[in-house]
């Protein structure tokens, strides 16, 4: 069964810090990988994605991530953090290809601070 | 990037009444539109799959006869719930795809459900 871990539940970064969210997963094969940020109270809002192709993956608001697949990771990026950064991502994983090929699942979820 | 909607974005029902939620794709076509279950500080749990013209695919736990799922066209997927307890509040959100293998899902706004 394929899972994702996000060790940090909260991550503080003063502004204009570079900020790291960390996401570790398990799939069967190659991995989608996506980011998300929620707001209070909202959906989910997509930042970006990872199909193939260049491990580095740029996407929304200046945010990027980097797929390693030797260490089965997707961290989250940003070079400046902003106070209207602060929110809650989700990193999520779905196969390719094989059983379960339509079923994203999503990490536990890290609560980002950005403190002025 | 897609829009998808809800409605409504909070409800309070009475225990024992029933309550619809509509999900729209505002700009595209969804052939495949899920709903999540969201808990105060945790991540999404899947509720259902459901593709437009068949039956809701439910995650194991899930109640397919309190939780009603229809997705009646390629824009429009309805979440009942049935005969509504207080443990049935909680942040209910939708998310739409289009066909293709790495299409990022599309998420709705939420619906906050209370039952008194």
């Known amino acids: 069964a394929q899972s994702v871990a996000q060790p940090e539940d909260q991550v503080n970064v003063a502004e204009g810090n570079p900020l790291t969210v960390k996401c570790t997963y398990s799939v069967s094969g190659n991995p989608y990988l996506f980011w998300y940020v929620q707001y209070p109270n909202r959906g989910l809002q997509f930042l970006l994605k990872?199909?193939?192709?260049?491990?580095l993956v740029k996407g929304s608001y200046g945010f990027e991530a980097e797929f390693n697949k030797s260490q089965t990771s997707f961290h989250l990026k940003k070079p400046s953090a902003l106070v209207s950064d602060s929110a809650l991502y989700f990193c999520a994983v779905r196969p390719q290809r094989g059983r379960g090929y339509q079923k994203v699942t999503f990490g536990t979820g890290t609560k980002l601070q950005v403190i002025p | 990037g897609a829009v998808v909607s809800q409605h409504p974005s909070w409800v309070i029902c009475k225990s024992g009444t029933s309550v619809k939620i509509e999900c729209r794709s505002l700009d595209f076509q969804a052939t495949t539109m899920f709903w999540y279950r969201q808990f105060p500080k945790q991540s999404l749990m899947l509720m259902a799959t459901?593709?437009?013209?068949?039956?809701?695919?439910?995650e194991q736990g899930v109640e397919k006869d309190k939780f009603l799922i229809n997705h009646a066209s390629l824009t429009l997927s309805t979440l009942t719930v049935t005969s509504a307890h207080p443990e049935d509040s909680s942040f209910y959100i939708c998310?739409?795809?289009?066909?293709?293998?790495?299409?990022?899902?599309?998420f709705g706004p939420g619906t906050r459900l209370t039952v008194l």
């Open positions: 998310s739409a795809r289009v066909a293709g293998d790495y299409n990022e899902q599309f």
């Open positions: 990872y199909i193939t192709g260049d491990n």
């Open positions: 459901s593709n437009e013209g068949s039956k809701a695919t439910y």
